[in-house]
Nanobody, 124 residues
């Protein structure tokens, strides 16, 4: 089992930045692929980005390429999502997730472990 806990969400003005953190506990963290997903009110959950077990390969949704960056620190068992140039369209609950495949999968069903989510609100 892997337990995940997101933090770093909050209210930010449009054009601002936030860094989300996802702290893992439980079983070894280093072999897992880690992803970020988000869900806005009235919308389905969507893939944001992911990185593989080594951090050497990443994948991003087209809507956030060049705007968001994922990284991981295996010593701290933490994965980060740096979000820049935020717009109201980025407002959502952000979830981190872990997959045992070790890949940067964009497919939610391949992730076995999920955090509770952290709210990001962007004011215009």
């Amino acid at each position: 089992q892997v337990q995940l806990a997101e933090s770093g969400g909050g209210l930010v003005q449009a054009g601002g930045s936030l860094r989300l953190s996802c702290a893992a506990s439980g079983r070894t963290f280093s072999g897992y692929g880690m992803g970020w997903f988000r869900q806005a009110p009235g919308k389905e959950r969507e893939f944001v980005g992911a990185l593989n077990w080594s951090g050497g390969s990443t994948k991003y949704a087209e809507s956030v390429k060049g705007q968001f960056t994922i990284s991981r620190d295996d010593i701290r068992k933490t994965v980060y999502l740096q979000m820049n140039s935020l717009t109201p369209e980025d407002a959502a609950v952000y979830y981190c997730a872990a997959n045992g495949l070790g890949s940067e999968s964009p497919l939610a069903y391949e992730y076995s472990f999920w955090g509770q989510g952290t709210q990001v609100t962007v004011s215009s």
